[in-house]
């Protein structure tokens, strides 16, 4: 018999809340989309009609934002899928793939645009450049900015590590037009002074380092399995310990799914007890941690006897 390389796929969709997420997802990003690609025409135009170079190289920085638009508009469709035999845990980490693209993106645009400073030091403008390129590099500053927030605000409240990436990207694209505005306006001025284009270049290309690697570090963490921090575990074993019939609890072990957290823990109960009443304590336990820590989406509770005179940290 050949082996099958399908998996099957679980009967239960997306419940409410995750295709509410999906969808506030979706609708963010392409709202970003159609902005990002419209100011990437505007800047681009402006940049010809006004003769700057710099509002041209800042209209192709604005063109990578749509890169990750899409990818974020493509990941979606895999991270939402509900688990299959083959990821019995679901796809959620293919969220974390996206956010990691995304950042190392970011990276390379900085690297990109520090490279392209330090290459055209040198240069000197010979027609200085016109108003409508500044105002396009104003116009870019203001809008992204506030893309920025709005974006990161809707991933905040559905814990989306892809959004909140993206909403980086949009700021980064709004940091990176400050050196084109202060360009087209330092040589429009003083065309002696057009170097400073390339030194506000670099400085910004250095910001966007830093927010590539805030990007990209929490998701390789959780990538590898990193716990949850110690604030977190202390709760979780203080509400399984407080729960009705736990007379200890130990081996408590947590990683990520996505944005949310799975709980693996021992508790250990009366021996005396029938299955029936561990089996409801650890159903209590479950309930506890899923209704009253934060982003706990999933435990596994392990129930174990309770040996007589071993020392208890069961109050009273």
Same mark, same amino acid.
């Given at each position: 018999?050949?082996?099958?390389? %399908?998996?099957?796929?679980?009967?239960?969709?997306?419940?409410?809340?995750?295709?509410?997420?999906? /969808?506030?997802?979706?609708?963010?990003?392409?709202?970003?989309?159609?902005?990002?690609?419209?100011?990437?025409?505007?800047?681009?135009?402006?940049?010809?009609?006004?003769? #700057?170079?710099?509002?041209?190289?800042?209209?192709?920085?604005?063109?990578?934002?749509?890169?990750?638009?899409?990818?974020?508009?493509? +990941?979606?469709?895999?991270?939402?899928?509900?688990?299959?035999?083959?990821?019995?845990?679901?796809?959620?980490?293919?969220?974390?793939?996206?956010?990691?693209?995304?950042?190392?993106?970011?990276? /390379?645009?900085?690297?990109?645009?520090?490279?392209?400073? &330090?290459?055209?030091?040198?240069?000197?403008?010979?027609?200085?450049?016109?108003?409508?390129?500044?105002?396009?590099?104003?116009?870019?500053?203001?809008?992204?900015? &506030?893309?920025?927030?709005? %974006?990161?605000?809707?991933?905040?409240?559905?814990?989306?590590?892809?959004?909140?990436?993206?909403?980086?990207?949009?700021? #980064?694209?709004?940091?990176? /037009?400050?050196?084109?505005?202060?360009?087209?306006?330092?040589?429009?001025?003083?065309?002696?002074?057009?170097? &400073?284009?390339?030194? +506000?270049?670099?400085?910004?290309?250095?910001?966007?380092?830093?927010?590539?690697?805030?990007?990209?570090? !929490?998701?390789?963490?959780?990538?590898?399995?990193?716990?949850?921090?110690?604030?977190?575990?202390?709760?979780?074993?203080?509400?399984?310990?407080?729960?009705?019939?736990?007379?200890?609890?130990?081996?408590?072990?947590?990683?990520?799914?996505? #944005?949310?957290?799975?709980?693996?823990?021992?508790?250990?109960?009366?021996?005396?007890?029938?299955?029936?009443?561990?089996?409801?304590? /650890?159903?209590?336990?479950?309930?506890?941690?899923?209704?009253?820590? #934060?982003?706990?989406?999933?435990?596994?509770?392990?129930?174990? !006897?309770?040996?007589?005179?071993?020392?208890?940290?069961?109050? +009273?």
């Amino acid at each position: 018999m050949t082996e099958m390389n %399908t998996c099957a796929s679980s009967t239960a969709g997306p419940d409410f809340e995750s295709r509410r997420q999906i /969808s506030e997802v979706r609708r963010v990003t392409l709202i970003g989309l159609v902005i990002n690609v419209a100011l990437s025409a505007l800047k681009f135009a402006a940049g010809i009609a006004g003769n #700057s170079q710099a509002v041209v190289a800042d209209a192709v920085h604005s063109l990578s934002d749509t890169i990750t638009d899409i990818a974020v508009l493509v +990941g979606v469709k895999f991270w939402s899928k509900p688990p299959d035999e083959c990821h019995p845990y679901g796809h959620r980490r293919i969220e974390f793939l996206v956010t990691i693209f995304i950042g190392l993106l970011l990276a /390379s645009v900085a690297l990109g645009l520090s490279y392209n400073a &330090l290459a055209t030091l040198h240069e000197v403008q010979t027609r200085p450049p016109g108003a409508i390129a500044f105002l396009a590099a104003v116009l870019s500053i203001f809008t992204k900015e &506030l893309l920025y927030r709005w %974006t990161i605000i809707k991933g905040m409240e559905i814990k989306s590590t892809a959004l909140i990436a993206n909403a980086w990207h949009h700021r #980064s694209d709004g940091l990176s /037009s400050i050196p084109a505005a202060v360009a087209v306006a330092g040589a429009a001025l003083v065309p002696r002074l057009s170097f &400073l284009d390339h030194l +506000g270049a670099i400085v910004v290309s250095m910001f966007i380092l830093q927010a590539a690697w805030k990007i990209v570090r !929490p998701s390789v963490e959780q990538l590898v399995d990193r716990g949850a921090p110690e604030e977190i575990c202390r709760g979780i074993e203080q509400l399984a310990f407080a729960t009705p019939g736990v007379q200890e609890v130990h081996a408590i072990r947590t990683r990520n799914i996505g #944005s949310g957290l799975e709980v693996d823990l021992h508790v250990l109960v009366d021996p005396a007890l029938s299955v029936e009443e561990g089996h409801e304590i /650890s159903e209590e336990v479950k309930r506890r941690l899923i209704e009253y820590v #934060s982003d706990v989406v999933d435990v596994v509770v392990h129930l174990e !006897p309770y040996e007589d005179g071993k020392k208890s940290k069961k109050r +009273g």
